[in-house]
């Protein structure tokens, strides 16, 4: 039977209310090479002072395209509450997307970002990075894999450094404890039995070491398409190389079945869309990358 995984990524609501000066740019190319390394930039009224800025990054088993679905609701509230969003698109298994080359697309992504700080009026060392389930495990890679070679880019914006906080909402950390996932077999391009070493670099748990960024990590604990294990492991490995952690756990929380506003009825939406997800992701940020002016 095809795994329901990345099906089930797509089904994603997100509550949105009020209104916003939010300005948006689509369809910003960033590697002019591939046509899916696009971006949207949602920009929040101009500031006299650069503003920081987060590089979202949707999931979707790393194989479908939901950038404007997934995460463009996420992207406008960010700029709502001061922050330049730029929500990325990269390409997908399937369509060239195959480890490494989304890692790759991911930091050519970030590389442009800051290339072009003076563009957006941002401050290109105040840069986090937020993603959910496949988009969980990117961000963490930007933040721990950055100047690995075998991940490192070759686009025109040339390497980057990591960002300097990382939102990873039940990301996939250790890529072993997927090995009979048919999407993570067609990302990482093989079994594990066949390939355990892309399974090790493709693991952002892998890549961790002194110097890595604050981590915030937001799981369901009923999540049974990536166990909050992934989360617990990466932050006890985080902590022990003495880098900032914090982990959200939602109770009762699934992939993309939890509780709305005031503990009301289960909804079909992310661990990171619940109110107390998005209040612990905005304090994290003003704490690591903020606050915006």
């Known amino acids: 039977m095809r795994n329901p995984w990345p099906h089930a990524l797509a089904v994603w ?3 949105l209310t009020g209104c916003s000066d939010v300005v948006v740019q689509s369809d910003v190319s960033y590697d002019d090479r591939f046509d899916l390394d696009q971006m949207d930039v949602y920009s929040p009224p101009p500031s006299d002072v650069p503003r920081p800025a987060v590089v979202v990054i949707h999931g979707g088993g790393w194989r479908e395209p939901l950038r404007r679905d997934g995460m463009s609701q996420h992207s406008r509230r960010l700029a709502e509450a001061g922050y330049v969003a730029f929500n990325i698109d990269y390409r997908l298994v399937g369509s060239g997307g195959n ?3 989304e890692v790759q697309d991911c930091l050519c992504a970030l590389s442009f970002v800051r290339a072009h700080a003076a563009d957006y009026n941002i401050d290109p060392d105040h840069v986090a990075a937020l993603g959910y389930s496949a988009g969980g495990h990117l961000v963490s890679m930007l933040g721990v894999a950055a100047t690995d070679p075998v991940v490192a880019p ?14 990873s909402g039940a990301g996939p950390e250790d890529m072993t404890l997927l090995p009979q996932i048919d999407v993570v077999t067609h990302f990482v391009g093989g079994t594990l039995d066949a390939v355990p070493e892309l399974y090790a670099e493709a693991s952002p748990l892998t ?6 960024p604050p981590f915030l990590f937001i799981h369901g604990d009923n999540d049974w398409f990536v166990d909050i ?4 492991e990466m932050k006890a490995a985080l902590e022990g190389v003495g880098s900032e952690t914090r982990l959200l756990e939602v109770p009762g929380g699934g992939h993309i079945w939890n509780k709305g506003a005031d503990d009301g009825d289960w909804e079909l939406m992310l661990s990171i869309d619940t109110p107390e997800a998005w209040a612990a992701a ?5 704490h690591t990358i903020g606050p915006p002016p």
């Open 99 to 101: 480890f490494p080359n």
């Open 154 to 167: 070759d686009c025109a914006s040339g390497p980057t450094g990591p960002v300097q906080a990382v939102i």
């Open 282 to 286: 905005i304090d994290f940020l003003d």
């Open 13 to 15: 609501t997100f509550v």
């Open 229 to 232: 294990k992934h989360s617990y």
């Open 207 to 212: 890549h961790v070491t002194d110097g890595a």
